[in-house]
């Protein structure tokens, strides 16, 4: 398996610009995280998907986040416009719903995304 | 609300063993995750305890004590390769889909 697979791997753009990150799931998982990490304020949950329906997005900073999941395997995050402040790298993460509280997260590479 | 507080960094030389400690505030608790990040790099999946006690995966344990709200990964024989960041998870109380996460401890593993 190829693991969960994000694009691109690197993005710097300027302010004001729309930003899309994509994310393909690990086949079979139907649990779909987004984070967003920085130094100063570690992993942070945007939202998450639960056989692609949105489920929680209360981590979302404001409108300009979008996320959709289109298909059982495929999501993207859009922001639109970008600012500084939205420098960080973002990781898509997927899980199999699983009894307990286990639920193994698996991460991919992560887009580091810079805004000038 | 939930918390968790791990220490920001420790330091070790090889061969060594280490401790990384988490200790968590939740109204509801499931269990303790370990993930380990190295620099650049992704989370990746280290351990889970959901019941109290030592679990051993090769030169990594992890211990939890459900009473204290603690817990610790355990580091044994360690490798400069094991220089990464630590973090502590808890899943949500009201949604256990969802993970609380520490803010990380950073490794540094001298020679």
């Known amino acids: 398996d190829a693991g969960v697979i994000q694009s691109p791997r690197h993005e710097v753009t300027e302010m004001g610009q729309e930003v899309t990150l994509r994310c393909k799931l690990i086949s079979g998982h139907n649990s779909l995280f987004w984070y967003r990490q920085t130094m100063m304020r570690g992993l942070e949950l945007l939202i998450y998907f639960n056989n692609n329906v949105p489920i929680d997005d209360s981590g979302m900073p404001e409108d300009r986040f979008s996320a959709k999941m289109p298909n059982a395997s495929f999501s993207t995050l859009k922001i639109q416009p970008s600012e500084p402040r939205d420098s960080a790298v973002y990781f898509c993460a997927s899980s199999f719903r699983t009894s307990g509280g286990k639920n193994e997260q698996f991460f991919g590479p992560g887009t580091r995304l810079t805004v000038l | 609300g939930q918390s968790l507080e791990q220490p920001s960094e420790v330091t070790a030389v090889e061969g060594a063993i280490v401790q990384i400690n988490c200790t968590y505030q939740?109204?509801?608790?499931?269990?303790l995750s370990w993930y380990q990040q190295h620099d650049g790099g992704a989370p990746t999946f280290l351990s889970y305890?959901?019941l109290d006690g030592l679990e051993e995966t090769g030169r990594f344990s992890s211990f939890l004590s459900r009473s204290d709200s603690y817990g610790y990964l355990l580091l044994q024989e360690l490798q400069m390769k094991d220089s990464a960041s630590y973090f502590c998870a808890v899943p949500h109380a009201g949604n256990n889909r969802k993970l609380i996460w520490g803010l990380g401890t950073s490794l540094a593993v001298n020679p």
């Open positions: 305890n959901a």
């Open positions: 939740t109204s509801g608790f499931y269990g």
